[in-house]
Structure formats: structure tokens, C-alpha cells
């Protein structure tokens, strides 16, 4: 049975139409992603997973997991891609792209992963009808992805 080892609960803004996820020592965006991830929300290479989210006026909720084991799909989500990882520094960087990037410290390795996702009509709904003007409270978090990775 598999057990969740670490989660990680943030607010990121949805810069240039999404996040991405990577390891440290991968600084390199892989514009290959954007055009799958578009169709589908999300994308990955092994090193990079690009995201793009359905709006970018509020900020969206991630969620990042380790397991010890592939994990059970979440009940409320929409949707979900899976793919490879490597993690050989430890450090899984989110990148808002051009606003700023931070990462936070996992086991070192190669993950199996996926990123579910829901909300994502929700706040397309709501970033269409706000205007400049309409305070982002209550609607940040709509929109949210859960990353969970496991062991390869």
C-alpha cells in the first residue's frame, strides 16, 4: 500500500500562461512542451513538466507529494497526465517563469509522476467575468494541480 511521504501545499501565479516544475540543475525550457501541455494541461520531458493553466489572473494551488508507491487517483480530479522525473540534485524548482522560482528539497531520483488537475473551468469562468478591479479573494486556489511523485 502506498504511503505519502512529504506534501507541499503553494500558491503559484500562473505567469505566461502557467508554471513549470524541474530539477536544479535543469535551466533550460523545453518550448517542445508548451504545445502538448495546451492540449492537454500538462507535459513532460523527464526533466521538465510545463503546465498551462486555463487562466492567469488569479493564482492557482499546487500540491507536490512523494509516495513511497504509485498512489491512488484523487476522487475530484478532472484530469491528470503522467510521465517521467529526475531528481538528481534533490531540489524540484516551480518556476512562475518570469515572476520568480523557488524549489523545495525531495529525495534525489527517478520518479514515475502525475499532475492532476480541477477547477479549471471554474476559473476560467470567474477570470472571464472579474475585471481589472475585482479583487483576486475567494477565487485564488480555484484552479488546482496536485503533483505526485513515486519511485520508478
Given at each position: 500500500m502506498a504511503q505519502r511521504l512529504?506534501?507541499?501545499?503553494?500558491?503559484?501565479m500562473p505567469d505566461y500562461g502557467g508554471f513549470d516544475l524541474y530539477d536544479a540543475d535543469f535551466d533550460v525550457r523545453?518550448?517542445?512542451l508548451i504545445k502538448p501541455?495546451?492540449?492537454?494541461?500538462?507535459?513532460?520531458?523527464?526533466?521538465?513538466?510545463?503546465?498551462?493553466c486555463a487562466q492567469t489572473r488569479f493564482k492557482v494551488e499546487l500540491?507536490?507529494?512523494t509516495w513511497t508507491?504509485?498512489?491512488?487517483?484523487?476522487?475530484?480530479?478532472?484530469?491528470?497526465e503522467e510521465m517521467p522525473m529526475e531528481i538528481?540534485?534533490?531540489?524540484?524548482?516551480?518556476?512562475?517563469?518570469?515572476?520568480?522560482a523557488w524549489d523545495?528539497?525531495?529525495?534525489?531520483?527517478?520518479?514515475?509522476?502525475r499532475i492532476s488537475f480541477s477547477g479549471?473551468?471554474?476559473?476560467s469562468q470567474m477570470a472571464a467575468e472579474a475585471d481589472s478591479s475585482t479583487p483576486s479573494d475567494g477565487r485564488e486556489g480555484t484552479e488546482q494541480y496536485t503533483f505526485q511523485m513515486w519511485p520508478a
Open positions: 512529504s506534501n507541499y501545499r503553494t500558491l503559484v523545453d518550448d517542445a501541455a495546451r492540449a492537454r494541461a500538462a507535459a513532460g520531458n523527464g526533466l521538465e513538466v510545463c503546465v498551462v500540491v507536490i507529494e508507491a504509485e498512489p491512488p487517483l484523487l476522487d475530484d480530479c478532472e484530469g491528470y538528481p540534485t534533490g531540489l524540484l524548482v516551480i518556476s512562475e517563469r518570469t515572476r520568480g523545495i528539497s525531495i529525495p534525489k531520483g527517478t520518479y514515475r509522476s479549471r473551468d471554474a476559473a
